[in-house]
């Protein structure tokens, strides 16, 4: 028959027009990001991380930057972890390298920026604040479960 294609196409149309709107307001609403998203920056867990080197040697853009040290106690310290995101083909291969899985993306897709210093990101510094928060938090829950922290009540 002549026009069934067309048919076929408006009645897609019509279900489609007629169907659940399915569209987000983007700036007010953000579309929550699955697991397997790649993309932000890199996390660093620093409780796990041990410094090898294996995340930087992975990577086949040399888009991460690590620098450590020795401690007194014969263990690495990380001293300096970026991540240069204008470089990252985001390729996971950092991800699967790491032995100890410290790595993971932030799922953060707001990443544009007026230059390409923006898309640097010192992992470190971000691992440090993360690190600063968890361990204040149960500080916190403690004086408000006190009642405030006072002593005259």
Same mark, same amino acid.
């Given at each position: 028959m002549v026009g069934q294609g067309l048919l076929t196409g408006m009645g897609i149309t019509i279900r489609r027009f007629f169907g659940k709107k399915i569209t987000v307001q983007y700036p007010e609403e953000k579309i929550p990001m699955t697991e397997r998203?790649?993309?932000? %920056? @890199?996390?660093?867990? !620093? #409780? +796990? $991380?041990?410094?090898c080197g294996l995340c930087a040697l992975a990577c086949p853009n +040399? %888009?991460?930057?690590? *620098?450590?040290?020795?401690g007194e106690d014969k263990k +690495?310290? !990380?001293? &300096?972890?970026?991540? !240069?995101?204008?470089?990252?083909?985001?390729?996971?291969?950092? @991800? #699967? &390298? $790491?032995?100890? +899985? *410290?790595?993971?993306?932030?799922?953060?897709? #707001?990443?544009? $920026?007026?230059?390409? %210093?923006?898309?640097?990101?010192?992992?470190? %510094?971000?691992?440090?604040?993360r690190l600063k928060a968890k361990l204040s938090a149960p500080v916190e829950e403690m004086v408000a479960a006190t009642g405030g922290g006072t002593a005259n009540g």
């Open positions: 998203f790649r993309g932000g %920056a @890199l996390d660093v867990n !620093l #409780e +796990k $991380c041990i410094s +040399k %888009a991460i930057q690590l *620098a450590s040290e020795m +690495k310290r !990380l001293t &300096a972890y970026r991540h !240069l995101g204008g470089q990252c083909l985001y390729c996971n291969m950092c @991800l #699967e &390298a $790491c032995p100890t +899985k *410290a790595l993971s993306w932030d799922r953060n897709y #707001e990443r544009s $920026c007026y230059c390409r %210093a923006g898309l640097e990101f010192d992992c470190l %510094a971000r691992g440090q604040e």
